[in-house]
T-cell receptor, first 117, second 113 residues
Framework: AQTVTQSQPEMSVQEAETVTLSCTYDTSESDYYLFWYKQPPSRQMILVIRQEAYKQQNATENRFSVNFQKAAKSFSLKISDSQLGDAAMYFCAYSRLLMDSSYKLIFGSGTRLLVRP | NAGVTQTPKFQVLKTGQSMTLQCAQDMNHEYMSWYRQDPGMGLRLIHYSVGAGITDQGEVPNGYNVSRSTTEDFPLRLLSAAPSQTSVYFC????????????FGSGTQLSVL
């Protein structure tokens, strides 16, 4: 089964500090895509960062970066200089190729991030 | 620049009622999908479509129907609502390339009593 696991239901970080959210996944594919989406209280789903599995270099978007360990099937999200606006639910997702060459996103159960002022 | 428009935002149904959740996108995306979000379970795929006239089932299709008569629209029909269908529903669209970002609608909070 191809699954995505987020083992931390909730994390807390002090404003301006760094926090890392964990994600592991299971796949038999060699080439795929991984994503982190953010869902603030507004409920809107926002793409934070994307990683292509064939690229060894870890993706970075401003204060957000990933630690992609392909062999370990691990894809953690690091948020530096945390801000109050980072408080949200964070979902890790894996893009699975389907038989008809389309795809579906498989989501983890989410990690709620609290930011303390 | 509308993106993905999803209506209604909130809906309350009685068990056995039917309804349609509307979804429209103006980005000429081939790929459209419906997800449901339940606490502690993330988002799960209900149905998806790779183009007009083409639909297929996702992980949790039972109790739902979809159709794709145009590139822009992808409505989700609840045939006979059940309390187990109480959830938040999201429509999403993208280009067919699976490395592309999914654009999500604002969600529908559905309660079935």
């Amino acid at each position: 089964a191809q699954t995505v696991t987020q083992s931390q239901p909730e994390m807390s970080v002090q404003e301006a500090e760094t926090v890392t959210l964990s994600c592991t996944y299971d796949t038999s594919e060699s080439d795929y895509y991984l994503f982190w989406y953010k869902q603030p209280p507004s409920r809107q789903m926002i793409l934070v960062i994307r990683q292509e599995a064939y690229k060894q270099q870890n993706a970075t978007e401003n204060r957000f970066s990933v630690n992609f360990q392909k062999a370990a099937k691990s894809f953690s999200l690091k948020i530096s200089d945390s801000q109050l606006g980072d408080a949200a639910m964070y979902f890790c997702a894996y893009s699975r190729l389907l038989m008809d060459s389309s795809y579906k996103l498989i989501f983890g159960s989410g990690t709620r991030l609290l930011v303390r002022p | 620049n509308a993106g993905v428009t999803q209506t209604p935002k909130f809906q309350v149904l009685k068990t056995g009622q039917s309804m349609t959740l509307q979804c429209a996108q103006d980005m000429n995306h081939e790929y459209m999908s419906w997800y449901r979000q339940d606490p502690g379970m993330g988002l799960r795929l209900i149905h998806y479509s790779v183009g007009a006239g083409i639909t297929d089932q996702g992980e949790v299709p039972n109790g739902y129907n979809v159709s794709r008569s145009t590139t822009e629209d992808f409505p989700l029909r609840l045939l006979s609502a059940a309390p187990s269908q109480t959830s938040v529903y999201f429509c999403a669209s993208s280009y067919r390339d699976r490395g592309k970002k999914l654009f999500f609608g604002s969600g529908t909070q559905l309660s079935v009593l």
